[in-house]
């Protein structure tokens, strides 16, 4: 069935690094792709979306493109802030909008 | 943000004891989905509903039902509480097909002694 899969954590970075979060995907059909962050304490919220090949989200810095020939989404962000501090989570949704499968989410920390 | 409230936001129960979750949306959508979140295994889903009355198994769903008789409202019901089921839930809401981003509510953390 379809799963995603996304890179372990923790991941601690220090201020105006490169971020990069590896999400590797397997679909029947044709999936949308997301990222979604949680903060401490709080419910997800969507960061990006694609939703067919070659398509890239962008979102407050952050960047990841649809590529079906790797079946990947990797989050990237060329300078991280503090304030970047969450989960992230790679997401797939199945096509009919029934259906959605989350990745175990990575856990970011950024220091000053 | 999107209008989704989760109640309660807290509960401690005892093994045994039948729980309901409410989720409440103000959005008029369509979908609303019951996730778990555990450690180690992100989210995963227990229940959606694509309509009032209308409901289907998601991933996880052993052990819970699910109702929804208005738009609005959707319910997440234990009936006997385990230990197992001590985790923090998640509603979500979504327009539908071809419109898939979905919006989460805030949580509920639940304990199950």
């Known amino acids: 069935g379809d799963s995603v899969t996304q890179m372990e954590g923790p991941v601690t970075l220090s201020e105006e690094a490169f971020l990069t979060i590896n999400c590797t995907y397997t679909?029947?059909?044709?999936?949308?792709l997301f990222w979604y962050v949680q903060y401490p304490g709080e419910g997800l919220q969507l960061l990006l979306k694609?939703?067919?090949?070659?398509d890239k989200g962008s979102n407050k810095g952050f960047e990841a493109t649809y590529r079906k020939e790797t079946t990947s989404f990797h989050l990237e962000k060329g300078s991280v802030q503090v304030s970047d501090s969450a989960v992230y989570f790679c997401a797939l949704s199945d096509g009919t909008g029934n259906q959605f499968y989350f990745g175990t989410g990575t856990s970011l920390t950024v220091i000053p | 943000d999107a209008g989704i409230t989760q109640s309660p936001r807290h509960k401690v129960t005892e093994t045994g004891t039948p729980v309901t979750l409410r989720c409440h949306q103000t959005e008029n959508h369509r979908y609303m989905y019951w996730y778990r979140q555990d450690p180690g295994h992100g989210l995963r889903l227990i229940h959606y509903?694509?309509?009032?009355?209308?409901?289907d198994k998601g991933e996880v769903s052993d052990g819970y039902s699910v109702s929804r008789s208005k738009t609005e409202d959707f319910l997440l019901t234990l009936e006997s509480a385990t230990s197992s089921q001590t985790s923090v839930y998640f509603c979500a809401i979504s327009p539908g097909q071809n419109q898939e981003t979905q919006y989460f509510g805030p949580g509920t953390r639940l304990l199950v002694l």
């Open positions: 679909a029947t059909g044709y999936p949308s």
């Open positions: 694609a939703t067919k090949a070659d």
């Open positions: 509903s694509y309509g009032v009355k209308d409901t």
